[in-house]
């Protein structure tokens, strides 16, 4: 599939046929994870591929009834959860080297859209979910102290093709080299 193709077909799926995902398809997804760019390639990044069907019930159930993504992490064969390891990205000798802290939120955000990239390549769905109860989602699967969890998918076949939300013109967050005065 081209790359822009990918980066611009790719859509949020909230919908999923039961079907499981083959073993191939969640390798090659995971493959894609291991190849993001990192801080220093540090890496931190850690994966919990749920398949549990209880576990992924109690994993829906840190969304509010109101998250648009709630059903879909039952629905979905597999939910994957994607953690960060704390004080490793953005650090030099234990010390943070920017005014930005722990970049963990950066590399792992990185590591997403590759993993939904490639997800979308292999015709499997997935939509991003970050409104949750991230302390209620660490207890329920049991990570540690100097681990977090950042966001998790679901990762399935699609029922729907998804809608393609309006994005903002280039005029609106391209600019030259300056940041634009206002007024
Ligand atoms: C950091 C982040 C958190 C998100 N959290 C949720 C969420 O909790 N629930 C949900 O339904 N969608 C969530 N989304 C999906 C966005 O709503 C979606 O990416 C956006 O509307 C654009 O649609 P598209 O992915 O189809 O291009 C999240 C996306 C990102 C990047």
Redo the contacts with the bound molecule.
């Keep these: 599939m081209d790359l822009m193709e990918a980066i611009k077909g790719?859509?949020?799926i909230?919908k999923y046929k039961p079907d499981p995902v083959s073993e191939g398809a969640l390798e090659k997804v995971m493959e894609a994870v291991k190849w993001s760019p990192s801080w220093a390639n540090t890496q931190c990044w850690e994966v919990i591929v749920v398949k549990d069907p209880n576990v992924k019930s109690q994993l829906a159930n840190t969304?509010t009834a109101t998250?648009?993504?709630r059903s879909?992490m039952t629905e979905a064969a597999l939910v994957v959860v994607l953690c960060g390891k704390k004080g490793v990205s953005g650090f030099k000798k234990g010390e943070a080297a920017t005014v930005k802290g722990d970049w963990l939120m950066f590399d792992t955000?990185m590591a997403?859209q590759n993993l939904c990239l490639a997800a979308y390549g292999q015709g499997l769905g997935t939509?991003?979910?970050?409104?949750?109860d991230h302390k209620k989602a660490e207890e329920i699967l049991g990570v540690p102290q100097n681990v977090e969890v950042v966001?998790m998918t679901p990762l399935g076949h699609p029922a729907t093709e998804?809608?393609?939300?309006k994005r903002k013109d280039f005029s609106e967050f391209v600019f030259s080299n300056r940041y634009p005065k206002k007024g």
């Design positions: 790719r859509r949020s909230r969304l998250n648009p993504a879909s955000g997403m939509v991003v979910v970050g409104m949750f966001a998804g809608t393609t939300p």
